[in-house]
């Protein structure tokens, strides 16, 4: 473990948030979009247990938990949202999805 | 006694406050029991108050009761304050008597309309206005209730205001009357800056002791008032109002339009009768303009179809033959005239009413006719009304006011035989186009079939009135037949005494004789082109000249073209001037941001997306390298 730097763990979490975020932008079906915010929130818990280890403190770890969890709530509304979103429009298209646009 | 005397403004008033706040949710009859009963109240206490007026004087002939001080601003103070005196005292008994039982007859006449309660709040709110204009004891007071009148007369005239010609009457009304109370705001002014204080005994004692006769002061300030009375009771130049004004209903018109409102003009001049008295000028300009209007509109009373029209313009005439006596300075004949004219005045339109009541609500005379036996107690009062507005001689109460002003525009040391002469002709229009009309409504045949006989409450006002515009008169006997003058010994400490320099039993008995024969002439010429020979009336009817006369010597033309139309046009031009633009440009300014700012909402998830991740983006440059 200790042979790991932190800027590479830095990195690996960098490259992980932009191919989320790339994702978010670029896909236009609801549950890609979700997966990939997921990969977004476990980005940035790697983040947070490479900071922890750097200063070897549990609070990184500590961290990872909440957003674990976090991420669970926050994926079970979403499906929710999704399900309904498919008996209502009966398509997952992100772009269809505009009605409250101003 | 005397402490009542705050009483009689205040009932209506709250009786207005009761019906105003609580007139949707009482009862009619309810309605109609506030409504007529204030007033009632009202009166018999006036009636109380002038009793004990009579019977014992108070100490100098006049009685101030001061409420509280209305406010102080320096040295000026003006309080809430009643004064009454001989003047003030005839006034309120005329309104509110004559004022009750014009109520009593709308309890009846407007039984059927949805704004019953809304009618008698107004017309409450009235009698609380005006009762306060005559018994103000400052100028200020009396131009709250000078205004509150002319309020309460825009709100009645537009009483049906689903008419939008009702509404513009209103407008009319209220607009034509405004120019002259700019006038009289201007000359309260002119007395505040002079004497500092707007009580009208101090104004009246200063202004004898201080003014020289003929001072340009009191020409200027005399002339200022002028033009608010001018205004109010619709007298040349600003007459054309009145005629329009009878869009409201008919008791509206009873009350305000003919017996008190426009009176108020009367009131004002023969209150200011000292700063009147100190301007030659200006009081002669007094009884030209009453000469001339009672001229004009007495002409342009003949030619008119709407019977209520007829009146009006004969209203306008009757208060010409007032704002005479007062320019000839037979101040106790002007208020002896007011008080017979608002007897067989409010007569005459309470019958008209009745009429139009029994004709589907009809006013062409020409669709009326053969009355005289459907309607009983409507024709024998009316005929006592108009006898009196005619001046039948002896037996009506409009004999003694009338001949007594005509006595003076020729005696009387400011009057002359040109203001006689005046006054003759138009006595005998008068007699010509009321009994025209009597002709036309009551005689002849049949037209239209009756659709409404009065009940008591209407039958009550018109045999009250009745018997006043007969027997009203004989309280003041012309001078040639002895000494009886129960008016003019009551307002003589009020007045200067009229200084006549023709005098003399017979000649006055001559001129009374001159002034029967040209009355009875003019019943039987109206009688004569009405009845027996109706062609030529009719073939007068299409000629130039009475389409002159019926559209009221063509002031609306002349008014429209000289002021309306430039107004109109000027406005027109400058309908988007500058400092309107600013104002404009914030709004337009506001909804150019919001149609911006709503295109970024286009309702594509991915757009905010990356909204978010460029102002992460910029937000994190400037942490880090700012």
Redesign the interface.
């Given at each position: 473990m200790a042979n790991i730097s932190v800027g590479t763990g830095l990195l690996l979490a960098g490259i992980l948030f932009m191919l989320g975020?790339l994702g978010?932008?670029?896909r236009r079906n609801v549950i890609f979009?979700l997966m990939s915010i997921e990969i977004m929130l476990n980005a940035a818990g790697l983040a947070f247990v490479v900071a922890g280890a750097k200063w070897s403190q549990p609070d990184g770890q500590v961290m990872f938990i909440f957003i674990l969890t976090m991420a669970a709530a926050e994926v079970s509304v979403g499906l929710a949202l999704i399900l309904q979103i498919y008996k209502r429009f009966k398509s997952l298209n992100?772009?269809n999805?505009?009605?409250?646009?101003? | 006694m005397y402490g009542l005397l705050w009483l009689i403004p205040i009932v209506p008033f709250v009786g207005f406050l009761i019906l105003a706040l609580f007139g949707g949710r009482i009862k009619r009859q309810i309605a109609g029991i506030i409504g007529v009963g204030s007033v009632g109240i009202s009166a018999l206490i006036t009636i109380l108050v002038g009793i004990n007026f009579l019977a014992s004087p108070p100490n100098g002939g006049s009685f101030t009761q001061v409420l509280y001080s209305w406010f102080r601003v320096g040295n000026f103070a003006p309080s809430i304050a009643f004064h009454l005196d001989g003047l003030s005292l005839v006034f309120i008994f005329i309104i509110t008597f004559v004022g009750f039982l014009i109520h009593l007859y709308s309890a009846e006449y407007m039984q059927d309309d949805e704004g019953f309660s809304r009618f008698f709040a107004y017309m409450n709110l009235f009698i609380g206005s005006m009762t306060t204009l005559v018994l103000a004891n400052n100028l200020l007071l009396l131009y709250l209730g000078w205004e509150g009148v002319g309020l309460c007369s825009y709100l009645l005239i537009g009483f049906w205001y689903t008419e939008p010609e009702n509404g513009y009457a209103a407008r009319k009304a209220f607009i034509v009357t405004r120019v002259g109370d700019t006038a009289m705001a201007i000359g309260l002014f002119l007395l505040v800056r002079t004497f500092g204080t707007l009580n009208i005994q101090s104004i009246l004692h200063s202004a004898s002791v201080s003014w020289p006769v003929g001072s340009s002061i009191a020409l200027t300030v005399s002339l200022l008032l002028l033009g608010g009375a001018v205004g109010k009771s619709a007298q040349l130049p600003l007459q054309t109002w009145l005629p329009d004004a009878m869009a409201g209903p008919t008791p509206v018109s009873a009350l305000i339009h003919a017996a008190t409102m426009v009176t108020a003009g009367v009131y004002l001049i023969a209150r200011m009768n000292v700063v009147f008295t100190l301007s030659p000028t200006a009081q002669l300009i007094v009884a030209i303009i009453g000469a001339l209007t009672l001229l004009l509109a007495g002409f342009s009373a003949l030619t008119q179809k709407d019977i209520k029209r007829v009146l009006a313009y004969s209203t306008i005439s009757q208060i010409g033959y007032m704002f005479l006596a007062l320019g000839v300075g037979a101040w106790s004949a002007g208020i002896f005239h007011f008080m017979t004219h608002a007897f067989f005045k409010a007569l005459l339109f309470l019958g008209a009413g009745a009429v139009i009541l029994a004709q589907h609500h009809k006013h062409n005379m020409f669709e009326m006719g053969g009355l005289k036996d459907k309607l009983p107690v409507t024709f024998w009062t009316f005929l006592i009304a108009s006898a009196s507005l005619a001046a039948l001689p002896i037996i009506t109460a409009g004999f003694y006011s009338k001949d007594m002003i005509l006595w003076h525009a020729f005696a009387d040391s400011k009057g002359s035989v040109w203001l006689w002469i005046a006054g003759i002709v138009g006595a005998l229009i008068t007699s010509v186009y009321t009994f025209r009309m009597v002709f036309l409504t009551f005689y002849g045949k049949s037209k239209t079939e009756i659709s409404y006989h009065p009940k008591i409450k209407i039958k009550i006002a018109l045999v009250v009135l009745g018997f006043l515009s007969f027997a009203g008169g004989f309280i003041e006997l012309p001078d040639s037949w002895g000494h009886f003058a129960l008016l003019s010994d009551l307002l003589k400490s009020l007045f200067p005494a009229p200084t006549l320099i023709h005098e003399g039993a017979g000649l006055e008995i001559f001129f009374q004789a001159i002034s029967a024969v040209l009355v009875i002439g003019g019943v039987f010429i109206a009688y004569y082109f009405i009845l027996k020979n109706p062609a030529f009336s009719l073939k007068f009817k299409e000629s130039k000249l009475s389409k002159y006369w019926f559209s009221g010597w063509g002031f609306d033309w002349l008014y429209d073209k000289v002021f309306v139309t430039p107004a109109v046009f000027f406005s027109r031009i400058n309908k988007s001037d500058f400092v309107d633009e600013i104002y404009t440009g914030i709004g337009k300014l506001a909804v150019l941001g919001n149609k911006l700012f709503s295109l970024t909402q286009s309702g594509r998830i991915s757009w905010y997306a990356i909204g978010i991740v460029i102002g992460g983006i910029i937000t994190l440059t400037i942490v880090v390298f700012l």
């Open positions: 975020l978010v932008l670029i979009i992100a772009d999805l505009n009605r409250m646009k101003g | -």
